[in-house]
C-alpha cells in the first residue's frame, strides 16, 4: 500500500471501484442512445410534419381545424387536431396514428412507411373535413333547424317607436301613481 502526498494510505482500485465506474460508463452510454433515439424520433416527425404542412397548406378548410404542432420531450408527439397525434412506437421507425378518448387511446393506423402514413393521415383530414360540413352550417345550404327571421327597416322602426312610447306611459303611470298620492 503507498501513501499519496497528504500522506494518507492509498489502496489499490478494488472490484467495487471498478464496478461503479463500469456502471457510470453504462449509464452515460445508455442516457447518449436514449439522447439519439429522441433525437432520430424528433427529426422523422418532424419530416412528416413538412410533409402534412405542405398538403393542407392553402386549403382553408383544413386550416381551420388541423393545428400540426411538434412537441418534444421523453415520447415526441405531432399532433394533427386535438385529440389526434403520430408517435414513434415501439420502433424508432415505426409510425402510429392516435386517437385520444375519454379513457384511452385509439390506434387508427400504423406503419414503418412515412408514405403510407402521410396517405393514412391524408384521409383522416379529408373525414374530418366531410364531418365538419355537415356539423357547421355554410352559406347557400339551408338549416332546417333553425329558421330565420328578416324584418323589414319599417318594422324595426314601428317596433322601437311603440316601445318608446311604452316606456314613456309606464313612466307617467308611475309619476301619477306614487307622485299624486
Same mark, same amino acid.
Given at each position: 500500500?503507498?501513501?499519496?502526498?497528504?500522506?494518507?494510505?492509498?489502496?489499490?482500485?478494488? !472490484? $467495487?471501484?471498478?464496478?461503479?465506474?463500469?456502471?457510470?460508463?453504462?449509464?452515460?452510454?445508455?442516457?447518449?442512445?436514449? !439522447?439519439?433515439?429522441?433525437?432520430?424520433?424528433?427529426?422523422? $416527425?418532424?419530416?412528416?410534419? @413538412?410533409?402534412?404542412?405542405?398538403?393542407?397548406e392553402g386549403r382553408e378548410e383544413a386550416e381551420k381545424f388541423i393545428?400540426? !404542432?411538434?412537441?418534444?420531450?421523453?415520447?415526441?408527439?405531432?399532433?394533427?387536431?386535438?385529440?389526434?397525434?403520430?408517435?414513434?412506437?415501439?420502433?424508432?421507425?415505426?409510425?402510429? $396514428?392516435?386517437?385520444?378518448?375519454?379513457?384511452?387511446?385509439?390506434?387508427?393506423?400504423?406503419?414503418?412507411?412515412?408514405?403510407?402514413?402521410?396517405?393514412?393521415?391524408?384521409?383522416?383530414?379529408?373525414?374530418?373535413?366531410?364531418?365538419?360540413?355537415?356539423? @357547421?352550417?355554410?352559406?347557400?345550404?339551408?338549416? @332546417?333547424?333553425?329558421?330565420?327571421? !328578416?324584418?323589414?327597416?319599417?318594422?324595426?322602426?314601428?317596433?322601437?317607436?311603440?316601445?318608446?312610447?311604452?316606456?314613456?306611459?309606464? $313612466?307617467?303611470?308611475?309619476?301619477?301613481?306614487?307622485?299624486?298620492?
Open positions: 500500500m503507498g501513501r499519496n502526498q497528504s500522506g494518507t494510505p492509498q489502496s489499490k482500485p478494488d !472490484k $467495487l471501484d471498478t464496478a461503479i465506474s463500469q456502471a457510470r460508463y453504462a449509464q452515460g452510454m445508455h442516457f447518449d442512445a436514449l !439522447k439519439d433515439r429522441l433525437d432520430a424520433t424528433t427529426l422523422r $416527425l418532424e419530416v412528416l410534419r @413538412l410533409e402534412l404542412d405542405r398538403l393542407i393545428d400540426l !404542432k411538434l412537441f418534444a420531450g421523453d415520447r415526441p408527439r405531432l399532433w394533427i387536431d386535438l385529440v389526434t397525434y403520430v408517435v414513434m412506437e415501439p420502433t424508432p421507425r415505426h409510425y402510429r $396514428l392516435l386517437r385520444d378518448r375519454s379513457d384511452s387511446s385509439e390506434v387508427l393506423f400504423e406503419t414503418d412507411n412515412r408514405a403510407e402514413m402521410v396517405d393514412a393521415i391524408t384521409s383522416y383530414i379529408a373525414s374530418r373535413i366531410i364531418v365538419r360540413e355537415h356539423q @357547421l352550417p355554410t352559406d347557400g345550404i339551408i338549416n @332546417l333547424n333553425r329558421q330565420e327571421h !328578416k324584418y323589414s327597416s319599417i318594422a324595426l322602426v314601428l317596433a322601437w317607436i311603440s316601445g318608446f312610447l311604452l316606456g314613456v306611459i309606464g $313612466l307617467f303611470a308611475f309619476g301619477v301613481w306614487f307622485g299624486g298620492g
